[in-house]
Protein backbone atom coordinates (compact mmCIF):
# COMPACT_ATOMS: atom_id res chain seq x y z
CA UNK A 1 0.00 0.00 0.00
CA UNK A 2 1.43 3.70 -0.76
CA UNK A 3 1.63 5.94 1.92
CA UNK A 4 2.35 9.93 1.18
CA UNK A 5 3.81 11.95 3.65
CA UNK A 6 3.59 16.09 3.32
CA UNK A 7 6.47 17.88 4.17
CA UNK A 8 7.28 22.09 4.11
CA UNK A 9 6.64 25.14 5.81
CA UNK A 10 3.15 26.29 7.25
CA UNK A 11 3.69 30.11 6.71
CA UNK A 12 4.65 31.56 3.46
CA UNK A 13 4.78 35.52 3.11
CA UNK A 14 3.08 37.03 0.24
CA UNK A 15 5.04 37.30 -3.49
CA UNK A 16 7.07 34.43 -2.18
CA UNK A 17 7.18 30.93 -3.55
CA UNK A 18 5.39 28.13 -1.80
CA UNK A 19 7.91 24.64 -1.25
CA UNK A 20 5.86 21.61 -0.70
CA UNK A 21 7.48 17.86 -0.38
CA UNK A 22 6.22 14.20 -0.18
CA UNK A 23 7.90 11.50 0.18
CA UNK A 24 6.53 8.72 -0.82
CA UNK A 25 6.54 5.05 0.90
CA UNK A 26 5.47 1.25 -0.14
CA UNK A 27 5.98 2.50 -4.16
CA UNK A 28 8.39 4.05 -5.95
CA UNK A 29 8.11 7.42 -7.78
CA UNK A 30 9.68 5.94 -10.49
CA UNK A 31 7.14 3.31 -11.45
CA UNK A 32 5.14 3.44 -14.57
CA UNK A 33 1.72 2.56 -12.18
CA UNK A 34 1.29 6.07 -10.93
CA UNK A 35 1.24 9.70 -11.82
CA UNK A 36 1.62 11.50 -8.83
CA UNK A 37 -0.06 14.24 -8.30
CA UNK A 38 -0.91 17.49 -6.05
CA UNK A 39 -4.10 18.82 -4.71
CA UNK A 40 -5.62 21.60 -2.85
CA UNK A 41 -8.50 22.32 -0.51
CA UNK A 42 -8.32 26.53 0.75
CA UNK A 43 -9.81 26.43 4.39
CA UNK A 44 -14.11 25.13 3.98
CA UNK A 45 -14.33 25.14 0.69
CA UNK A 46 -13.68 22.26 -2.44
CA UNK A 47 -10.91 20.59 -3.75
CA UNK A 48 -8.49 21.63 -6.29
CA UNK A 49 -6.82 19.25 -8.92
CA UNK A 50 -3.21 21.46 -9.22
CA UNK A 51 -1.55 18.96 -11.42
CA UNK A 52 0.37 15.95 -12.07
CA UNK A 53 3.56 14.28 -12.94
CA UNK A 54 4.55 11.01 -14.63
CA UNK A 55 7.85 8.85 -13.99
CA UNK A 56 9.29 10.24 -17.34
CA UNK A 57 8.90 13.52 -15.87
CA UNK A 58 6.02 14.83 -18.40
CA UNK A 59 4.02 17.04 -16.55
CA UNK A 60 0.48 18.35 -16.58
CA UNK A 61 -0.62 21.68 -14.64
CA UNK A 62 -3.94 23.50 -14.11
CA UNK A 63 -4.07 26.02 -16.21
CA UNK A 64 -5.34 28.46 -13.85
CA UNK A 65 -2.14 28.25 -11.93
CA UNK A 66 0.23 27.40 -14.96
CA UNK A 67 3.01 29.84 -15.23
CA UNK A 68 3.65 29.78 -11.26
CA UNK A 69 3.36 25.55 -10.98
CA UNK A 70 6.18 23.24 -10.95
CA UNK A 71 5.93 19.71 -10.31
CA UNK A 72 9.32 17.32 -9.85
CA UNK A 73 10.59 14.09 -9.17
CA UNK A 74 13.51 13.69 -7.25
CA UNK A 75 13.94 9.82 -7.97
CA UNK A 76 17.29 8.93 -5.43
CA UNK A 77 15.70 10.38 -2.37
CA UNK A 78 11.60 8.82 -3.34
CA UNK A 79 9.77 12.58 -3.34
CA UNK A 80 7.80 14.63 -5.42
CA UNK A 81 8.28 18.44 -4.60
CA UNK A 82 5.31 20.97 -5.46
CA UNK A 83 6.62 24.93 -6.07
CA UNK A 84 4.05 27.18 -6.13
CA UNK A 85 5.51 30.71 -7.05
CA UNK A 86 4.08 34.53 -6.18
CA UNK A 87 1.41 33.36 -3.57
CA UNK A 88 -1.26 34.96 -2.19
CA UNK A 89 -3.63 34.77 0.40
CA UNK A 90 -5.94 33.00 -1.93
CA UNK A 91 -3.09 30.43 -2.02
CA UNK A 92 -4.23 29.66 1.52
CA UNK A 93 -5.06 25.82 1.38
CA UNK A 94 -4.40 22.27 2.65
CA UNK A 95 -1.71 20.62 0.00
CA UNK A 96 -2.67 17.09 -0.52
CA UNK A 97 -0.25 14.97 -2.45
CA UNK A 98 -1.90 11.70 -3.97
CA UNK A 99 -1.29 8.75 -6.46
CA UNK A 100 -2.85 8.38 -9.54
CA UNK A 101 -3.29 5.12 -11.44
CA UNK A 102 -1.65 4.65 -14.77
CA UNK A 103 -4.15 4.93 -17.27
CA UNK A 104 -6.74 5.87 -15.62
CA UNK A 105 -7.71 8.84 -13.58
CA UNK A 106 -8.60 7.65 -10.23
CA UNK A 107 -6.71 9.05 -6.78
CA UNK A 108 -6.53 5.62 -4.86
CA UNK A 109 -4.17 7.01 -2.37
CA UNK A 110 -4.15 10.68 -0.35
CA UNK A 111 -1.35 12.09 1.73
CA UNK A 112 -2.53 13.31 5.11
CA UNK A 113 -2.49 16.84 3.90
CA UNK A 114 -0.22 20.21 5.35
CA UNK A 115 -1.64 23.40 5.80
CA UNK A 116 0.09 26.44 4.21
CA UNK A 117 -1.34 29.72 5.37
CA UNK A 118 -0.58 32.86 3.00
CA UNK A 119 0.32 35.96 5.47
CA UNK A 120 2.68 38.37 6.25
CA UNK B 1 -15.92 25.20 -16.59
CA UNK B 2 -14.23 24.99 -13.08
CA UNK B 3 -16.09 22.25 -11.06
CA UNK B 4 -18.76 20.13 -11.25
CA UNK B 5 -22.05 21.21 -9.67
CA UNK B 6 -23.08 19.41 -6.68
CA UNK B 7 -25.85 20.12 -4.02
CA UNK B 8 -24.29 21.81 -0.89
CA UNK B 9 -26.01 19.84 1.32
CA UNK B 10 -28.08 16.26 1.46
CA UNK B 11 -29.26 14.68 4.87
CA UNK B 12 -31.44 11.51 5.70
CA UNK B 13 -32.20 9.56 8.75
CA UNK B 14 -30.75 6.44 9.37
CA UNK B 15 -32.02 3.44 7.24
CA UNK B 16 -32.51 6.06 4.78
CA UNK B 17 -31.53 6.33 1.24
CA UNK B 18 -30.17 8.99 -0.27
CA UNK B 19 -28.53 10.76 -3.98
CA UNK B 20 -26.20 13.19 -4.48
CA UNK B 21 -26.07 14.35 -8.07
CA UNK B 22 -22.85 15.73 -9.90
CA UNK B 23 -23.48 17.63 -13.14
CA UNK B 24 -20.94 18.17 -15.87
CA UNK B 25 -20.86 18.58 -19.66
CA UNK B 26 -19.66 16.97 -23.00
CA UNK B 27 -15.80 17.12 -22.19
CA UNK B 28 -15.67 15.48 -18.68
CA UNK B 29 -18.77 13.80 -17.55
CA UNK B 30 -19.84 13.31 -20.59
CA UNK B 31 -16.81 11.15 -22.24
CA UNK B 32 -15.01 10.18 -19.16
CA UNK B 33 -15.29 8.14 -16.06
CA UNK B 34 -16.66 9.54 -12.74
CA UNK B 35 -15.01 9.12 -9.55
CA UNK B 36 -16.60 9.25 -5.78
CA UNK B 37 -14.43 10.19 -2.72
CA UNK B 38 -15.71 11.02 0.81
CA UNK B 39 -13.99 13.10 3.57
CA UNK B 40 -14.39 12.52 6.79
CA UNK B 41 -14.13 15.74 9.14
CA UNK B 42 -10.70 16.64 9.77
CA UNK B 43 -9.56 13.92 7.91
CA UNK B 44 -8.02 13.57 3.44
CA UNK B 45 -10.48 12.50 1.31
CA UNK B 46 -10.77 8.74 0.98
CA UNK B 47 -11.10 7.15 -2.45
CA UNK B 48 -15.13 5.31 -2.64
CA UNK B 49 -16.17 4.54 -6.25
CA UNK B 50 -14.63 4.57 -9.64
CA UNK B 51 -15.53 4.13 -13.36
CA UNK B 52 -19.04 5.24 -12.54
CA UNK B 53 -19.78 2.79 -10.38
CA UNK B 54 -17.17 0.64 -9.05
CA UNK B 55 -16.50 -0.12 -5.39
CA UNK B 56 -12.72 -1.03 -4.46
CA UNK B 57 -12.25 -3.73 -1.86
CA UNK B 58 -13.47 -2.60 2.07
CA UNK B 59 -15.91 -0.13 0.56
CA UNK B 60 -19.62 -1.28 1.28
CA UNK B 61 -22.26 -2.55 -0.92
CA UNK B 62 -24.46 0.39 0.87
CA UNK B 63 -22.59 2.67 -1.69
CA UNK B 64 -23.40 2.81 -5.39
CA UNK B 65 -23.11 5.19 -8.51
CA UNK B 66 -24.28 5.78 -11.65
CA UNK B 67 -23.92 7.85 -14.68
CA UNK B 68 -26.22 9.36 -17.27
CA UNK B 69 -25.10 11.43 -20.11
CA UNK B 70 -23.36 14.74 -18.15
CA UNK B 71 -24.82 13.97 -14.99
CA UNK B 72 -23.53 11.16 -11.82
CA UNK B 73 -24.88 10.15 -8.73
CA UNK B 74 -23.95 8.64 -5.74
CA UNK B 75 -26.42 6.47 -3.76
CA UNK B 76 -26.38 5.73 -0.18
CA UNK B 77 -28.60 3.04 1.09
CA UNK B 78 -29.17 2.22 4.83
CA UNK B 79 -28.07 5.68 5.78
CA UNK B 80 -25.50 5.48 8.78
CA UNK B 81 -23.98 7.91 11.35
CA UNK B 82 -20.02 7.04 10.36
CA UNK B 83 -21.44 8.44 6.38
CA UNK B 84 -21.79 12.27 7.61
CA UNK B 85 -19.05 13.49 5.45
CA UNK B 86 -18.88 15.22 2.66
CA UNK B 87 -18.65 13.47 -0.66
CA UNK B 88 -16.97 14.84 -3.91
CA UNK B 89 -17.32 13.82 -7.82
CA UNK B 90 -14.20 14.12 -10.34
CA UNK B 91 -13.76 13.78 -13.77
CA UNK B 92 -11.11 14.19 -15.81
CA UNK B 93 -11.90 17.21 -17.99
CA UNK B 94 -10.89 17.03 -22.09
CA UNK B 95 -10.76 20.51 -22.62
CA UNK B 96 -8.66 21.63 -18.97
CA UNK B 97 -6.30 18.48 -20.06
CA UNK B 98 -6.75 18.27 -16.11
CA UNK B 99 -8.56 16.36 -13.44
CA UNK B 100 -12.08 18.22 -12.58
CA UNK B 101 -13.36 17.83 -9.02
CA UNK B 102 -17.45 18.32 -7.71
CA UNK B 103 -18.03 21.38 -5.64
CA UNK B 104 -19.01 19.08 -2.72
CA UNK B 105 -21.96 17.69 -1.16
CA UNK B 106 -22.19 17.77 2.96
CA UNK B 107 -24.24 14.22 4.01
CA UNK B 108 -25.74 14.62 7.11
CA UNK B 109 -27.32 12.06 9.19
CA UNK B 110 -30.28 13.33 11.45
Known amino acids: QVQLQESGPGLVKPSETLSLTCTVS??????????WSWIRQPPGKGLEWIGY???????NYNPSLKGRVTISLDTSKNQISLNLSTVTAADTAVYYC????????????WGQGTLVTVSS | QSALTQPPSASGTPGQRITISCSGS????????VYWYQQLPGTAPKFLLY???QRPSGVPDRFSGSKSGTSASLAISGLRSEDEAHYYC???????????FGTGTKVTVL
Open chain 1, 26 to 35: GGSVSSHSYY
Open chain 2, 26 to 33: SSNIGSNY
Open chain 2, 51 to 53: RNN
Open chain 1, 53 to 59: IYYTGTT
Open chain 1, 98 to 109: ASVVSGTYMIDY
Open chain 2, 90 to 100: AAWDDSLSGQL
